[in-house]
């Protein structure tokens, strides 16, 4: 940390200095955890879907047809959730 005092502020290494330093306090609390995961994809893909058809749910078209998707993926996600695959037909 004190080698950052000889780097200029404005270069590139200047901030990845600063990045690494602000974050120090994860880094070793990662390092110090050997069964977190370095990645937090598993989340991510989990959310996407949501994340995706809330964009795309807000031109549906009217409210009876949002209540009737909204009803749907309920479904979905519990029988998800239930260990049923809801693609099985």
Same mark, same amino acid.
Request: glycine share 4%; no cysteine; net charge positive.
């Given at each position: 940390?004190?080698?950052?005092?000889?780097?200029?502020?404005? %270069?590139? %290494?200047?901030?990845?200095?600063?990045?690494?330093?602000?974050?120090?306090?994860?880094?070793?609390?990662?390092?110090?955890?050997?069964?977190?995961?370095?990645?937090?994809?598993?989340?991510?893909?989990?959310?996407?879907?949501?994340?995706?058809?809330? %964009?795309?749910?807000?031109?549906?078209? %009217?409210?009876?047809?949002?209540?009737?998707?909204?009803? $749907?993926?309920?479904? $979905?996600?519990?029988?998800?959730?239930?260990?049923?695959?809801?693609?099985?037909?």
């Amino acid at each position: 940390m004190a080698h950052r005092l000889e780097i200029p502020d404005k %270069s590139v %290494s200047a901030w990845v200095m600063d990045y690494s330093i602000k974050r120090w306090k994860a880094l070793v609390m990662f390092i110090d955890a050997a069964q977190l995961p370095i990645d937090n994809n598993l989340i991510e893909n989990t959310i996407r879907p949501i994340a995706i058809g809330r %964009s795309n749910w807000k031109f549906i078209g %009217s409210l009876m047809a949002e209540q009737r998707v909204v009803a $749907i993926l309920s479904l $979905i996600q519990s029988a998800k959730m239930n260990g049923r695959d809801p693609t099985y037909t």
